[in-house]
């Protein structure tokens, strides 16, 4: 997703694909890894649906964000800011999330994994993008919210 790359990095068909991907790469999840997977999962499909919800309702308040198209960390208020201008600029055609590890310690969880997407700006040729993405969430009373993301570029040649 172009907004949460450009925001976490900003950050795939999912749905039952993706979910069995999920569980193809860590048959041994436990419910904690799975549940926190599921969030992920779920983020990616608001952000690319552009419904207003990514980052809003999924970050916690105190987040941090920074990736390689920002030149500082970023909180809150201004990947929200981010996100709508990117929301109006470009469009993600099709894009995969693959989990590659998700440890959980207490009330923390961390989530490395990588994302696969095509974005468009208005009539601009497609591009394809590879992300490594480390993102750290938090469990409130709710469920988990993202603390902290962060994304680099895996030249995809």
């Known amino acids: 997703m172009t907004n ?5 990095s900003a950050v795939l068909a999912l749905g039952f694909g993706a979910s069995q991907a999920a569980i193809a790469q860590a048959p041994t999840w436990s419910t904690e890894q799975t549940a926190v997977w599921k969030v992920v ?9 552009q419904n207003g919800k990514w980052p809003s309702t999924y970050v916690d ?4 964000s920074w990736g390689a198209d920002t030149p500082s960390p970023q909180y809150k208020a201004s990947m929200e800011k981010w996100n709508r201008f990117n929301n109006s600029q470009s469009k993600t055609l099709q894009y995969e999330v693959s989990p590659l590890a998700i440890a959980i310690s207490g009330n923390t969880a961390v989530v490395n994994y990588t994302a696969l997407q095509v974005t468009q700006r ?17 469990r409130d009373g709710k469920g988990w919210k993202f603390l902290s993301t962060t994304g680099f570029d895996m030249k995809n040649k």
């Open 122 to 138: 208005a009539t601009d040729k497609p591009e394809r993008e590879a992300t490594g993405i480390v993102e750290t969430l938090v």
């Open 41 to 49: 999962e779920q983020s990616w499909v608001d952000d690319v649906a």
């Open 4 to 8: 949460r790359i450009l925001v976490a």
């Open 61 to 64: 308040d105190n987040v941090v």
